[in-house]
């Protein structure tokens, strides 16, 4: 038995995908930045597939800059804003992905720019008249709050939160790795300035993404180089992954009503199961609750004596899931997400469940027969 429900971490690469790729590791070797036939090739397969990514954004292929994934990309709005854009203060939240708290307080380390965290409701969700009150006064500021929270599934409103930045003059970035291909979105009509992008939460492949940086927005490198992605990001392109990128967007958005269907069905059962199964559980930042990231459900189980080997016991019986973010190569420090939010407690295991398009239902069931195991 083994058993997968560790997707927001990363998602098995999609087989069309693989399919996609494998000619362009054959065939198309040429560096995109040589001017003989064989390297134009190439520089047309990178920018049809950059052209297919901005259609389904909505938005002009020259704001797609290929990165190597969402951190990449985080860090190169947050540094760009700051270095290229002049902005001397990040508002930002305790909660959010590591890629921008550490890049934020860097930039203080290096910068001197003013670090400010909004404050949340116990349900995890930004204050944003606590927001509104940062905004009102200070130097110039990038607004960094991520679309929905990676290990607990708080959903935030982008629409509310960008007017919000407009008014004040602030730019926004939001890290949108959990959302991307999941949800839609449209960029011609969403008041925001940066999003990332990280193609293996979709299916695709690892070591691609990119960063979305609005029009008439000018930045610098921040990797130097030959001047690739307009200067913005230096180095050859990773042909065959822009592709593998494109390939995992379009699979996505072909059937995503049919996708999101499937998995919140899955997690229901899944919700359901646990009640039946424990009169005292708890689902951080009502991750249960339909309003929330679908694909992420974070269970906080009943004091037990195995809590502290929870998530190794379920390993042990095939069931593979994670105890917060995965993005920190392998460290089990507590989770700086249910701290920030105050959900953690001691004597509950806290573990984060996250389905993809190729969890069935028997999943689910095996997945309870072993936390029903684990628990006994």
């Not at 800059?65 to 990040?90: H, P, Q």
């Amino acid at each position: 038995m083994s058993v997968y429900l560790d997707n927001a971490a990363t998602t098995a690469v999609a087989p069309e995908v693989l399919e996609s790729m494998i000619p362009v590791l054959r065939d198309s070797y040429g560096n995109p930045s040589s001017s003989h036939a064989i390297g134009r090739k190439s520089r047309v397969i990178i920018e049809q597939n950059r052209r297919a990514i901005a259609r389904h954004l909505h938005c002009h292929a020259k704001t797609i800059y290929f990165t190597s994934g969402g951190t990449e990309a985080d860090n190169l709005a947050l540094r760009s804003a700051v270095r290229d854009l002049k902005c001397k203060r990040i508002i930002t939240s305790a909660a959010e992905h590591s890629a921008v708290i550490k890049t934020a307080e860097s930039l203080v380390r290096s910068d001197g720019i003013v670090l400010d965290l909004v404050n949340h409701f116990p349900d995890g969700t930004v204050d944003l008249e606590h927001l509104t009150t940062l905004l009102s006064d200070g130097p110039k500021t990038l607004v960094s709050l991520m679309h929905a929270n990676n290990e607990v599934g708080v959903v935030q409103d982008l629409e509310r939160i960008g007017t919000l930045c407009k008014a004040h003059g602030a730019l926004f970035h939001s890290d949108t790795v959990q959302t991307m291909c999941h949800y839609p979105m449209d960029l011609s009509k969403l008041p925001i300035d940066f999003i990332a992008c990280s193609a293996h939460k979709f299916h695709g492949p690892k070591g691609i993404g990119f960063l979305y940086i609005a029009e008439g927005l000018k930045v610098g490198g921040q990797i130097e180089g030959g001047g690739q992605e307009r200067s913005v990001r230096g180095g050859t392109e990773n042909i065959h992954s822009i592709v593998g990128l494109a390939k995992a967007m379009e699979l996505a958005y072909h059937d995503l009503n049919e996708h999101e269907l499937h998995i919140r069905s899955l997690k229901a059962q899944l919700v359901s199961g646990l009640k039946s199964l424990f009169s005292d559980i708890r689902f951080n930042g009502d991750s249960d609750d339909p309003s929330r990231l679908y694909t992420v459900l974070n269970v906080s189980f009943p004091p037990h004596p195995k809590n502290g080997m929870a998530l190794f016991l379920l390993d042990l019986e095939g069931i593979a899931c994670s105890g917060g973010s995965a993005c920190s190569s392998g460290a089990t420090l507590g989770s700086h997400v249910l701290r920030a939010l105050d959900f953690h407690d001691s004597e509950r295991a806290s573990l984060r469940f996250s389905f993809g398009r190729y969890n069935t239902e028997s999943d689910i069931k095996e997945a309870l027969t072993a936390i029903e195991k684990v628990f006994s």
